[in-house]
């Protein structure tokens, strides 16, 4: 009986030491979302892929990046390929078969133009947008004809747009336009319009049925902010200048 027993914990320990050496799987948004997540030199950097390495270390297990487009990242967690990425719930297509952590960072999406751009008066002004997206703050605008959405692959491709004058405005992260602006296009001028857009907060999406992950990312987080390295991810990324070829975009 003692044996039976001895045979049944080990077994059980086998168990659990091979579920935990599983990789810790991140879904990666390719284009990148600089300074939140890129690819340089063969490595994703930015916040979040940082964020998931200091998890993993944290459970003991090896931090994995799958490498998608944004829509086909979230599928990845529906089918549960992916164990997690950033999302918030207001973009999800499907959150009730999801479980966000609690929130990680605010995201503002705004509406940008040239300087000499005003808010429309003739309705179909276009708006560059990134494609798979959702932008809750203005989407009744598309839907009423005062602006008409013209999709692309990447906020680099929303800038060279904008600038050559084939978008009225772009719809951009605010973040991450800075980023653009001090990295890549340092000479242009653009003009924020933070009366259209809309202010969400960054979660790690989880797949519905990883509910302990979710709290035990929870638990890590909490202590990640509270020891102030969390806004020192941030600012270190928000404020470098020595990533210009940060690989971010396909036009």
Known sequence: ???QYAVIVLLGSLFCFTANSQPLVFGSYVPGYPPMMYMQDGRFKGVFPELHRA??????????????????AEQALYSR????????PEWAQSPEQLVFSNP???????????PNVNWPTAP???????????????????????????????????????????CSFAIMNR???????KHQFDYLQIKEHPEHGSVVNFHFAFPATAIVIKDRFNAFLAQYQQSGQLQQLVNRYLHQ???RNASTSQN
């Not at 998890?55 to 086909?72: I, V």
């Not at 390929?81 to 918030?88: F, G, V």
């Not at 276009?126 to 008409?148: H, M, S, W």
């Open 1 to 3: 009986m003692l044996k």
């Open 81 to 88: 390929k992916a164990d997690a990425m950033a999302l918030s």
């Open 104 to 114: 990680i960072i605010e995201s503002a999406d705004y509406l940008y133009s040239l």
């Open 124 to 166: 179909a002004a276009k708006v560059c947008a990134r494609q798979d997206y959702r932008y809750p703050g203005i989407q009744p605008l598309f839907e009423n004809g005062t602006l008409v959405r013209l999709d692309v692959t990447s906020q680099e491709a929303q800038f060279r747009l904008l600038e050559k004058g084939r």
């Open 175 to 181: 973040f991450v336009t800075h980023w653009y602006l």
């Open 55 to 72: 998890f993993s270390e944290h459970l003991a297990r090896e931090p994995e990046f799958m490498q998608r487009s944004r829509r086909h």
């Open 241 to 243: 200048s020595d990533d």
